[in-house]
């Protein structure tokens, strides 16, 4: 056989063998490390407050937010928020609770999985008493704005931490403090 006829069959060979592995599934992966948390972009969620007081019934509200949060290279986090609903009063009397609506802004810091922030922010809130049933979203905004009692304005600072359970899954907790002559969300 001569040279040139092998090296033909040998570039022919490696030609097919690559076509052929080409047309192979993948294997999965073995990396064990777990997606990087993506903390960035537009989010909505919703949120459950319980409001309880040593010796009085446990009360329950709840609220509906979306936001957008950008990360920086550095690792720090700055975010704006909306949210809007229903929080119910530490003491009781004639009236359950509070609707409102507020906007915010929020600072943070990346640390992988775990994202501690702080949080200010203004809104409205009305007093209100549910006559009977839970209250819904589309009740405290329209509650907010309709009805009888004054609308107050309120001052919102705040504390909270998010992790990140997946990728795409975040779980919080926050307190939050406001002026609004009593209201505490």
Not at 25 to 47: E, M, Q
Not at 50 to 62: D, E, M, S, V, Y
Not at 117 to 134: C, P, Q, R
Request: charged share 15%; aromatic share 10%.
């Amino acid at each position: 056989m001569s040279l040139m006829r092998l090296a033909s069959v040998a570039l022919f060979a490696a030609l097919a063998s690559s076509a052929l592995a080409a047309d192979l599934p993948t294997l999965p992966s073995t990396d064990s490390t777990p997606a990087t948390p993506d903390w960035k972009g537009f989010y909505i969620g919703s949120g459950v407050s319980l409001t309880t007081l040593r010796g009085a019934k446990g009360q329950i509200g709840g609220d509906i937010f979306a936001g957008y949060d950008h990360v920086y290279d550095n690792g720090v986090l700055l975010g704006v928020k909306f949210d809007t609903g229903y929080d119910p009063y530490v003491l009781p009397n004639r009236l359950k609770g509070f609707d409102f609506a507020e906007s915010s802004v929020k600072v943070g810091y990346e640390m992988g999985r775990f994202t501690p922030y702080i949080t200010a922010g203004v809104g409205l809130a009305k007093a209100t008493n549910f006559g009977s049933g839970l209250p819904s979203a589309d009740n405290s905004i329209n509650g907010l704005f309709s009805g009888p009692g004054a609308v107050q304005p309120v001052g919102v600072v705040g504390v909270g931490f998010d992790y990140a359970v997946t990728d795409k899954l975040h779980v919080g907790v926050s307190a939050y403090v406001n002026n609004g002559g009593g209201l505490a969300h």
